[in-house]
């Protein structure tokens, strides 16, 4: 069963936070012997996967680093989520883990999906890690790079000649008529079980750097969290994460989530900012194609995370997602997708505002490499020389570029 028989809507899944809390369970420190998602197993609600190796058993760990070039607004402290360094290089792996796992414990071998490239990566190199077989519904305007690594992984891959949105009515369609295993974000429940890992980790990496001594049983919690949102299973799994924890005694509150959209995709921001319960799709538009949702399958949850931490929504307009592309590069060292860059926005539309104050911890979430989408990283021959093999021909330009006097 995916979605409720009554309406059709987003099944949520209940964790037994009362029977953890009996048993006296508290995550372990964060160790070597053990960075991924499985050593919250107690709060994921299918069985850790039985696999010696693999990349199945080991994704989680990302780190999370103290970003100093860019806590110059106000004077928060900014920390980086870096998800774009998980094993096919997004956050969606931790979701497609999850999947993956309840499908094997299902015996299902074969996993059906609709994705703009992430999702269906992440799932093609899940299912390659564990004999599982992949089916990968993608627009056909996907990025070539992830379509390489979708093929690449040995998923069968199927573009289709539509919109994100008619993927995934195809896939959910095949799910229901074909009785194919479906990971459809926001129509499998498991996938937001995956995503909400990320805000454990976050508390827990946030302990170490700020609190001296033992933290076993109360972890520190960032002030805001600012997270890249599309189809709103992410900003919903981020959530949940953090609810998931406070329920369990490990902190002590929930977050502002600051969700950031596309101008060409906005509909959950839209919606928001009019009051809206209900998400109106729209026609979308954009280069960020991870968060690119005509039709957002998760939206009324992606209003509640927000609405819940008493946070917003900013916009972001497509020539700025290409400069913030560049500029978290320049200033970070990381290169991240579109669909990531758009929360570096967000950062700097959250400092105009009067919702974060000196000395918050402020989180940004990076959910995608830049390899994935290099063509649209906003880099071009202007930015760039050329000389013949000489000296003085070098010597002119770091002269012109002020490298050297």
């Excluded at 459809?184 to 995956?194: A, K, L, S, V």
């Excluded at 071009?380 to 002020?402: A, H, I, Q, T």
Aim: glycine letters at 10%; aromatic letters at 6%; one cysteine or more.
């Amino acid at each position: 069963m995916y979605l409720c028989p009554a309406d059709d809507g987003v099944l949520d899944i209940d964790i037994d936070y009362l029977n953890i809390v009996r048993n006296g369970w508290r995550p372990e420190r964060m160790s070597p012997a053990d960075m991924s998602i499985w050593r919250y197993s107690m709060l994921i609600p299918v069985s850790k996967p039985d696999f010696k190796s693999g990349i199945v058993g080991s994704v989680g760990g990302s780190p999370l680093v103290y970003a100093d070039q860019l806590s110059k607004g106000l004077g928060e402290q900014v920390w980086i989520k870096n998800d774009s360094l998980l094993p096919t290089g997004s956050l969606k792996d931790r979701a497609s883990a999850v999947v993956v796992s309840d499908a094997i414990a299902r015996g299902r071998n074969v996993i059906i999906a609709a994705s703009t490239g992430n999702a269906g990566v992440a799932l093609a190199g899940m299912a390659a890690a564990t004999g599982v077989k992949a089916v990968i519904l993608a627009p056909a305007g996907a990025p070539a790079g992830k379509i390489a690594q979708i093929v690449a992984y040995g998923a069968l891959l199927i573009l289709v000649d539509g919109s994100y949105s008619d993927a995934y009515d195809l896939a959910s369609r095949a799910s229901k008529e074909m009785n194919i295993y479906c990971r459809n974000t926001g129509y499998n429940p498991f996938t937001i079980e995956g995503k909400k890992t990320v805000a454990y980790e976050i508390c827990e990496q946030l302990s170490d750097h700020l609190v001296d001594g033992d933290h076993a049983n109360y972890w520190k919690v960032p002030d805001i969290v600012v997270v890249p949102v599309g189809d709103g299973n992410m900003i919903s799994g981020v959530y949940k994460g953090f609810v998931d924890l406070m329920a369990i005694g490990i902190t002590s509150k929930i977050p502002k989530i600051v969700g950031v959209q596309a101008e060409g995709s906005a509909a959950i921001a839209n919606a928001y900012n009019r009051g809206d319960e209900v998400v109106a799709e729209v026609r979308s538009q954009t280069i960020a194609d991870s968060i690119s949702a005509d039709r957002p399958s998760d939206g009324y949850r992606a209003i509640k995370a927000v609405k819940g931490s008493d946070g917003e929504y900013f916009t972001v307009a497509e020539d700025e997602i290409r400069k913030s592309v560049l500029d978290v590069a320049s200033m970070t060292g990381m290169f991240v997708e579109e669909s990531s860059a758009v929360v570096y926005s967000g950062l700097r539309q959250l400092q105009n505002t009067e919702r974060v104050k000196s000395g918050d911890n402020v989180v940004i979430l990076i959910t995608g490499h830049g390899l994935k989408t290099v063509d649209g990283s906003g880099v071009n021959r202007e930015m760039y020389s050329c000389v013949r093999p000489r000296l003085d021909e070098l010597g002119d330009v770091l002269m012109s570029k002020n490298i050297i006097v």
